[in-house]
């Protein structure tokens, strides 16, 4: 256990659909970052919070959105499936924002239909 | 526009011999790189790491070298054992706008220790 915690594990959804996918840091953490890995591709970055404010952008769809709670909780929201969106969905966590040493959690496989 | 790239997608290497994985990487702004392993149905965990003003870090069986001229890193595994099998991620890192950085990844290279 990396004390990073997704959930769910696994979902599947139908295109158009809307999906919240959730992270809880390691404890201490103040940064989440969140990670995109579609088949046979490496992990493509979207998104990284600290401490409740969007520190950086990457990758990012329009229909994508994410925030971080003042518990530190964050949740990726995606909203009008495509099936193109199936992945792994990772979060990941930082003591701070320097991007070094992520902390992975264990991902969210997306399914499309 | 692939950043860091790992060009071979799997290696398969005998138990107790080297394994050598490679990555290179354009972005001459890039100062620090990673290498990740992950396991099936588990998140990236990190192995090793290097700053851009040393050439080689080493820990226990793992070394990572960095030629920065060349933009090329590798990452050496002495003696490989079949716990190794797993999917290898280079990462690299650099200071984006404030203080905030990012890991930009490599697509992997699924490593195979054959017993």
């Known amino acids: 256990d990396s004390g990073v915690t997704q959930t769910p594990k696994h979902l599947i959804t139908a295109t158009g659909q809307r999906v919240t996918l959730r992270c809880s840091p390691r404890s201490g953490d103040l940064s989440v970052y969140w990670y995109q890995q579609s088949l046979d591709q490496g992990l493509q970055f979207l998104i990284q919070y600290y401490n409740g404010e969007e520190r950086a952008k990457g990758n990012i769809l329009e229909r994508f959105s994410a925030q971080q709670f003042p518990d530190l909780h964050s949740e990726l929201n995606l909203s009008s499936l495509e099936l193109g969106d199936s992945a792994l969905y990772f979060c990941a966590s930082s003591v701070a924002g320097q991007g070094y040493g992520y902390t992975f959690g264990s991902g969210t496989r997306l399914t499309v239909v | 526009d692939q950043q860091v790239k790992q060009n071979s997608p799997s290696l398969s290497v005998q138990e107790g011999r080297i394994s050598i994985l490679n990555c290179d990487y354009t972005n001459s702004m890039f100062d620090y790189f990673l290498w990740y392993k992950k396991y099936p149905a588990e998140g990236p965990t990190f192995l090793i790491s290097?700053?851009?003003?040393?050439d080689k870090n080493e820990d226990g069986r793992f070394t990572v070298f960095l030629n920065k001229s060349a933009k090329h890193l590798s990452l050496h595994i002495v003696p490989s054992q079949p716990g190794d099998s797993a999917v290898y991620f280079c990462?690299?890192?650099?200071?984006?706008?404030?203080?905030?950085?990012?890991?930009?990844f490599g697509s992997g290279t699924q490593l195979t220790v054959l017993p």
């Open positions: 990462a690299a890192s650099r200071t984006s706008s404030g203080s905030a950085r990012q890991l930009t």
């Open positions: 290097i700053s851009s003003i040393k």
